[in-house]
């Protein structure tokens, strides 16, 4: 299986501030990773894929970045509807896993 | 803008089996795979298996042994079955879509884009 290791575990932020995520596979899985974004009682919405291609209709200051086996998700400036929990996904097997995620909560 | 849909038991009771639908809708059902995930506090999200419009079905091999994915192409509709659950199945489970890689490219993205609304089921005696 390919693990995937997400850090922080949660972090605390101010509207506006730059939040950056990152992901690390347990071997090299190329650009065959996906972001996706929780709110509560929601299910997972998909942010990016293939590492840095941003979802249709997913605002522009979300990017994501990286290969091999670390990957980043950045937010560049931190919005009040940007405060839920971000999951890494691979695709590079059939296996798919996740993340454990990380909660982006209101500083 | 495709939804899916589903539905299925949310209480069962220990080696009873689980059974769930997810209906698609406003979309074309072939060229993908449709899959089950599901996502519990201790394990965290967890894919289940998948199955594309022909029938081929993929498997996690570590719930495999208790797993049936099956699709009713005439109703656009797919279906779990798992045997046997134990209080540790308990989670919310999910429906999903993911691009066949046969049928489209790389470039055009491999991963779970469009979910559905989520069922909790709770095993308990």
């Known amino acids: 299986d390919v693990q995937l290791t997400q850090s922080p575990s949660s972090l605390s932020a101010s509207v506006g501030d730059r939040v950056t995520i990152t992901c690390r596979a347990s071997?090299?899985?190329?650009?065959?990773l996906n972001w996706y974004q929780q709110k509560p009682g929601k299910a997972p919405s998909l942010l990016v894929y293939?590492?840095?291609s941003l979802q249709s209709g997913v605002p522009s200051r979300f990017s994501g970045s990286g290969s091999g086996t670390d990957f980043t998700l950045t937010i560049s400036s931190l919005q009040r509807e940007d405060f839920a929990t971000y999951f890494c996904?691979?695709?590079?097997?059939?296996?798919?896993?996740f993340g454990q995620g990380t909660k982006v909560e209101i500083k | 803008q495709v939804k899916l849909q589903q539905w299925g038991a949310g209480l069962l009771k220990p080696s009873e089996t689980l059974s769930l639908t997810c209906g698609v809708y406003?979309?074309?059902?072939?060229?993908?795979?449709w899959s089950w995930i599901r996502q519990s506090p201790g394990k965290g999200l967890e894919w289940i298996g998948e199955?594309?419009?022909?029938?081929?079905?993929n498997y996690n091999p570590s719930l495999k042994s208790r797993l049936t994915i099956s699709l009713d192409s005439s109703k656009n509709q797919f279906s779990v079955n798992m045997t046997s659950v134990t209080v540790a199945d308990t989670a919310v489970y999910y429906c999903?879509?993911?691009?066949?890689?046969?049928?489209?490219?790389?470039?055009?993205?491999?991963?779970?884009?469009?979910w559905g609304q989520g069922i909790l089921v709770t095993v308990s005696s």
């Open positions: 071997q090299n899985i190329n650009i065959y």
């Open positions: 999903a879509r993911w691009k066949d890689p046969l049928r489209y490219d790389v470039s055009s993205g491999y991963a779970f884009d469009t």
């Open positions: 406003g979309g074309s059902f072939s060229g993908f795979y």
């Open positions: 293939a590492a840095s």
């Open positions: 996904q691979q695709s590079y097997s059939t296996l798919r896993t």
């Open positions: 199955i594309n419009d022909v029938g081929r079905t």
